[in-house]
């Protein structure tokens, strides 16, 4: 390794520090610039909204107390916090008392990773190819003429266009469930009876993210390719004979698709912060509806549990898509 | 005045006003007189809680129908309509001043200021802002549409300050820089008075994003019922009708309007902001 590719990936490392230690310090700071202490605080709205159920909350409180050590100076609770956090403790339930938030998270992270994991990856190879092929000067008019339809998608929330699927598709057409990630009824087997129904399910929230992603990632290729094709070795390539499919391919998307990884890991907070919508609006047991249930309850550990995995989650996966870009342009490898 | 319109007129001609800018400004123009005029020919009275019989489809008496908390869909809508663009206008405006200082700050003095900005912005750019944001809004008693616009604008000042630092780097290198400080112009003389006017189409261009960007989030945290529930917004307009099961209830009409006026917001911010480009940048223009 040389200096060069060291100093960038210390520098990409030094970001991941400062993502992680932003969402932990905001966490911790945030509830505490409030009157009183967060248990406090947090059992006292459970109360006053009917979600404590028959917990004994001075049980809770006291237990929470003794074990967060709330009456320690701040530094010390900062401290502590961390401390937690890297063992995994990440609190437990107020409303499912006494679940661990860890475990609550373990079992929706699966249903959230895979359906971003694959939307986001329909989405971006179904729009990157799109995109390049409306900036190839023989694009006929058809292909031309969903631009339009192209910007609109991209301009409107794809929660709104789950909705809308909603609608269309689970209550009008009725051909797929309206919400849910599996049916009720269903006793998980490794199966093909189960494995359809997941994906009867996770069909429409799917659409829903690649519809609204799809346009960005064409037109955001189109624009990349419209540079590229511009470019002197591209003219070079036409010179020398090669097949307009190899120039198309190699030199051209090869070099576009640089900036569409860039901006892969630019958005994908923007897609994390629909997808949680997203999944409220499908009721898909994955993060976003348990932190949708947690804020609905009150339920603060939660809350608390989900947002830093969004977050921290996200920060590992962008320091290794960075790790990974040297490979894709060897500029930054040099 | 009339310079004013031979301007316009020689831009128009000269293809740097494109029509997706004037599209765009007229879908947010429109969307702005509906929210002014609005109020003049409706009751406010019927968009309250049992105002009106409950559940009615559109017809002839309601507009556009009526949610079940007898509320007139129609009235509910004008007044609902402002208050969310006015959320996005002053997140907009608070996160792009404060992402142009920041911007500013580290183009212009560099070293560990400038470090210390530019990891810190480039490091947030990359949170899923709702994460930060529901912590935030979700530890607030007493949310307002105003403090719903701040905390929106929290995290609404990166983008710009990205721009902004990048413009402020490549116009320090130009001659006429050189030239004014030649001329003994001192730093902050030529931050304002060489500096500041030429990214000005770039804080513009900042600022529709910024918006656009904003509505987004207080939409999305509205959906999420953290917004000011006692307000009439189109995110909580949203909320409520998935409370309701609007959707699976078939009471499309409870739905189907904010969404179409969310679109509507969206699309003219979004072609307002490819069309601006073209004018900022006349060299797209040609293509």
């Given at each position: 390794m040389n200096r060069e590719l060291l100093r960038y990936v210390a520098t990409r490392f030094g970001q991941l520090l400062v993502v992680v230690f932003v969402a932990v310090s905001v966490n911790f700071i945030i509830?505490?610039?409030?009157?009183?202490?967060?248990?406090?605080?947090?059992?006292?709205?459970?109360?006053?909204?009917?979600?404590?159920?028959?917990?004994?909350?001075?049980a809770v409180s006291a237990a929470y107390r003794a074990r967060y050590g709330l009456d320690a100076p701040i530094w010390q609770q900062y401290i502590n916090y961390w401390g937690d956090l890297l063992t995994l403790d990440l609190g437990v339930s107020f409303a499912n008392f006494p679940e661990k938030v860890s475990t609550m998270i373990a079992s929706a992270l699966p249903w959230s990773v895979t359906l971003l994991a694959v939307a986001t990856l329909i989405a971006f190879s179904v729009g990157s190819l799109l995109g390049a092929r409306l900036a190839w000067p023989t694009a006929g008019r058809g292909i031309k003429s969903i631009v339009p339809f192209l910007m609109i998608l991209t301009s409107i929330p794809f929660y709104l266009l789950a909705i809308i699927l909603i609608y269309f598709f689970a209550v009008v057409l009725k051909w797929l469930p309206p919400a849910g990630g599996v049916d009720t009824t269903r006793i998980m087997r490794l199966d093909w009876a189960t494995t359809e129904d997941i994906l009867r399910?996770?069909?429409?929230?799917?659409?829903?993210?690649?519809?609204?992603?799809?346009?960005?990632?064409?037109?955001?290729?189109?624009?990349?390719?419209?540079?590229?094709?511009g470019e002197d070795y591209i003219t070079f390539a036409e010179a020398?004979?090669?097949?307009?499919?190899?120039?198309?391919?190699?030199?051209?998307?090869r070099n576009a698709l640089l900036a569409q990884v860039t901006a892969l890991a630019l958005s994908l907070g923007s897609v994390v912060s629909g997808a949680v919508l997203v999944e409220v609006i499908f009721n898909y047991p994955g993060l976003g509806s348990l932190l949708y249930v947690a804020i609905r309850g009150q339920d603060y550990f939660v809350i608390q549990g989900v947002v830093l995995m969004l977050i921290v989650s996200l920060a590992v996966l962008l320091f290794i898509v960075d790790l990974l870009y040297p490979l894709l342009d060897p500029r930054i490898r040099r | 005045m009339n310079r004013f319109w031979a301007n316009l007129k020689r831009n128009y001609e000269q293809g740097r006003i494109s029509p997706l800018l004037i599209v765009g400004l007229s879908i947010l123009l429109a969307i702005v007189l509906f929210g002014l005029i609005g109020p003049f020919f409706t009751d406010v009275t019927h968009a309250q809680v049992g105002a009106v019989r409950p559940r009615k489809p559109p017809g002839p008496d309601y507009l556009l129908g009526t949610d079940s908390q007898g509320r007139d869909m129609w009235t509910l809508l004008i007044y609902a309509t402002p208050n969310t663009l006015k959320m996005g206008l002053i997140a907009g405006f608070i996160g792009v001043g404060f992402g142009t200082a920041l911007g500013l700050i580290a183009g212009q003095f560099g070293g560990w200021i400038d470090a210390v900005i530019r990891v810190i912005s480039d490091s947030l750019l990359t949170v899923p802002a709702i994460a930060i944001l529901v912590i935030i809004a979700g530890n607030i008693d007493r949310m307002t549409t105003f403090v719903m616009a701040l905390v929106v604008a929290s995290l609404g000042w990166m983008f710009t300050a990205r721009t902004v630092r990048a413009q402020v780097l490549t116009i320090r290198e130009k001659a006429y820089v050189e030239v004014a400080?030649?001329?003994?112009?001192?730093?902050?003389?030529?931050?304002?008075?060489?500096?500041?006017?030429?990214?000005?189409?770039?804080?513009?261009?900042?600022?529709?994003?910024t918006v656009s960007g904003?509505?987004?989030?207080?939409?999305?945290?509205?959906a999420l019922g953290l917004g000011a529930l006692e307000e009439m917004t189109l995110g909580n307009t949203i909320y409520w009708s998935q409370q309701s099961a609007a959707v699976l209830r078939g009471y499309w009409w409870w739905w189907a309007p904010p969404i179409v006026v969310i679109a509507m917001i969206f699309i003219g911010l979004f072609l307002t902001s490819v069309g601006f480009d073209r004018f900022a940048n006349p060299r797209l223009a040609r293509r």
């Open positions: 509830p505490r610039m409030l009157p009183g202490d967060p248990v406090q605080t947090a059992l006292a709205r459970l109360q006053a909204s009917g979600g404590a159920g028959n917990v004994d909350i001075q399910h996770a069909f429409l929230p799917c659409m829903a993210i690649v519809l609204g992603n799809v346009g960005f990632w064409a037109l955001g290729m189109r624009s990349q390719m419209v540079n590229v094709l020398k004979g090669l097949h307009p499919n190899r120039i198309f391919v190699w030199y051209g998307m | 400080r030649v001329n003994g112009e001192g730093a902050w003389e030529i931050l304002f008075r060489e500096v500041m006017p030429n990214i000005m189409p770039y804080i513009v261009a900042s600022f529709v994003g904003s509505i987004l989030a207080v939409i999305g945290l509205e």
